[in-house]
């Protein structure tokens, strides 16, 4: 891409971006959560956390470095933070198994993708818990929402407090 790419150039890339975003978790979320018991584990469990924390990584050196117009970054952001992470949250709690290798209480995808939900949004029903090493992605999963739901709302200030600003400075003066 050029180094001045036009509007729609910038909002083609964005929306490329976001919808490879919800594929990579939705396809990862389905591949993960279905592991047999068998294939399940504490290894598997482990691999899919160290690929969760360098995505985490990439992505928000992504966001800092790489997407200039801040309209860009809060619909990556919102796609991202609402959808992408705890479906890779559910991923990674599926990886470990289910039957209480993990969560307790969690039986499918379903319940795990549930579970993901509560703690990155830290409404903590309690009707399932997390064990083990799961308990630590659990806290992280936690902090991982806090910061970036804060980040997204912080973002929409900023894009809409600009916007009335230049609306204000644009609108002609007021008569008395």
Known sequence: MSRNPSTSDEWRTTLIAALGLVVVSVLAYYLLSRLTDAAAGVTVGTISTAGL??????????????????????????????????????????AFGYYDLCVLGARSPADALYFSYVTFTTLGFGDLLPVGMCRFIAVAEAITGYVLLGLLVAAAVGVYGRDRDRDEQAAPPERI
């Open 53 to 94: 924390a360098i995505w985490l990584f990439s992505q928000t050196w992504y966001h800092m470095t790489m997407v200039h117009s801040a309209r860009r970054q809060l619909l990556l952001m919102g796609i991202s933070f609402v959808q992408v992470v705890p479906f890779l949250f559910a991923a990674v709690y599926g």
